[in-house]
């Protein structure tokens, strides 16, 4: 009895997620290569697929929505960071002669660090609320049309992210053009590590990028 029980409310309840299961819209099958890649920026896959079949069951959706959440609270810590950082070299003097950050080109490109800091702050903290305030449901509906409803779905993850990576290389250029324009050997030494240390990781980091994007594109045009 207690197995036949058991069996009847497994049956009872999964009618319920697969008669909500809907296909890929047409809308969402062919896309452009400026939506494939905002898709690989957000999702991790050049195409909405894997994540329209994320939208069929609540428990998909929530963990999308925690690992987004989770993004977007980390993109909004590295955002309150740099902007901190930056408004202290922006209103405040170098303590040592050797190491000018006050002059024109390192300042501005300081001051513009801050306010894309700002930015990100705003655009990833309206869309942390948006994230925490929908549901599977009313997310389907803004895929379906397509176009322009897709582009700005995809903005509002990938914004935040472009933002917070703009003001930290502004950041990190004003510090190399004030180290490598110190007329301390030293400092220029240290600076040119920095700066071999910078381009590798970057390096690194884009070809990783391409190479997951170019197998994930082959994988999905087959």
Request: hydrophobic fraction near 45%.
């Amino acid at each position: 009895m207690a197995s036949l029980h058991s069996t009847e409310l497994h049956v009872t309840a999964d009618p319920g997620p697969l008669a909500e299961e809907q296909p890929l819209p047409v809308a969402l099958r062919r896309t452009s290569f400026l939506t494939r890649v905002l898709c690989f920026l957000a999702l991790g896959r050049p195409d909405l697929e894997d994540h329209w079949k994320s939208l069929q069951s609540e428990r998909a959706f929530e963990t999308v929505r925690t690992r987004l959440c989770s993004i977007l609270a980390s993109t909004i810590t590295t955002a309150g960071v740099l902007l901190a950082i930056s408004g202290v070299f922006v209103t405040t003097g170098s303590p040592v002669p050797y190491f000018d950050y006050t002059s024109p080109a390192p300042h501005c490109l300081l001051f513009i660090s801050l306010m894309l800091a700002m930015i990100a702050l705003l655009t990833s903290g309206s869309s942390m609320i948006r994230w925490v305030h929908t549901d599977r449901h009313w997310t389907q509906e803004q895929l379906k049309p397509g176009s322009y409803f897709v582009l700005s779905y995809l903005l509002s993850i990938v914004t935040p992210m472009f933002f917070v990576a703009s003001s930290l290389h502004c950041f990190m250029f004003a510090m190399l053009i004030a180290g490598f324009s110190s007329k301390s050997m030293i400092c220029r030494a240290v600076t040119a590590v920095w700066m071999l240390t910078y381009v590798v990781n970057i390096g690194t980091i884009l070809m990783v990028t391409m190479w997951k994007y170019a197998t994930s594109h082959a994988r999905y045009r087959q």
